[in-house]
């Protein structure tokens, strides 16, 4: 069983930063891609950045590209999402999640990832 926890949401102004973490429990964390996604009130979830196991490889979303920056440390077991000029189309519940294919490639599908945290509300005031 794997447990993700997000922290780190907030509320900022248009422009502002912010970065979110989510940390992982189990010992295989660094053998799988982690993703992020959002989903704002009323919206489907969607992709915004996914990151390979080693770390090496990133996937953006183009409404985030050059704004958002997908990172991870696998001796922490954390993987982060520092998120830069945020606008207010940014607010939404934001996710991450954990690819179920072991080492696997970069996916944008969130029927590719088998365990989800809770989420944390990100809100940007224009």
């Known amino acids: 069983q794997v447990q993700l926890v997000e922290s780190g949401g907030g509320l900022v102004q248009a422009g502002g930063s912010l970065r979110l973490s989510c940390a992982a429990n189990?010992?295989?964390?660094?053998?799988?891609?982690m993703g992020w996604f959002r989903q704002a009130p009323g919206k489907e979830r969607e992709f915004v950045a996914a990151?390979?196991?080693?770390?090496?490889?990133?996937y953006y979303t183009d409404s985030v590209k050059g704004r958002f920056t997908i990172s991870r440390d696998n001796a922490k077991n954390t993987v982060y999402l520092q998120m830069n000029s945020l606008k207010p189309e940014d607010t939404a519940v934001y996710y991450c999640?954990?690819?179920?294919?072991?080492?696997?490639?970069?996916?944008?599908?969130?029927?590719?990832?088998?365990?989800w945290g809770q989420g944390t509300q990100v809100t940007v005031s224009s």
């Open positions: 990151i390979n196991w080693s770390g090496i490889s990133t």
């Open positions: 189990g010992r295989t964390f660094s053998s799988y891609a």
């Open positions: 999640a954990k690819d179920q294919v072991l080492r696997g490639g970069l996916s944008t599908t969130p029927r590719v990832y088998d365990y």
